[in-house]
């Protein structure tokens, strides 16, 4: 069993930065592929980025490739979204995914285990 927490989610202006954080309860994170999902008022939970679980593989959404960053620190359970040049369409509230096995996958039924979510909104 994994819990999985987010933070770091805020209002910031178009063009700025913000940073989340998931961390991870557990001694097996290392074993677990993660990933960061959206959703946007009214719309469907869509994939946004994942990373393998030694943290040299990574996979990104066409929207956000080049402005965002997946990353984990196996040592602290914690993984990682650097959100730079943000646009209002990425307001959304983000959700972290922790699913067994080590791959990358970017299907939402491929993960096992969720966090609450953290809102993230950008100002025009």
């Known amino acids: 069993q994994v819990q999985l927490v987010e933070s770091g989610g805020g209002l910031v202006q178009a063009g700025g930065s913000l940073r989340l954080s998931c961390a991870a309860s557990g001694r097996t994170f290392s074993s677990y592929a993660m990933g960061w999902f959206r959703q946007a008022p009214g719309k469907e939970r869509e994939f946004v980025a994942a990373?393998?679980?030694?943290?040299?593989?990574?996979y990104y959404a066409d929207s956000v490739k080049g402005r965002f960053t997946i990353s984990r620190d196996n040592a602290k359970n914690t993984m990682y979204l650097q959100m730079n040049s943000l646009k209002p369409e990425d307001t959304a509230v983000y959700y972290c995914a922790a699913r067994r096995g080590g791959s990358i996958y970017s299907k939402e039924w491929d993960y096992d285990y969720w966090g609450q979510g953290t809102q993230v909104t950008v100002s025009s």
């Open positions: 990373i393998n679980w030694s943290g040299d593989s990574t």
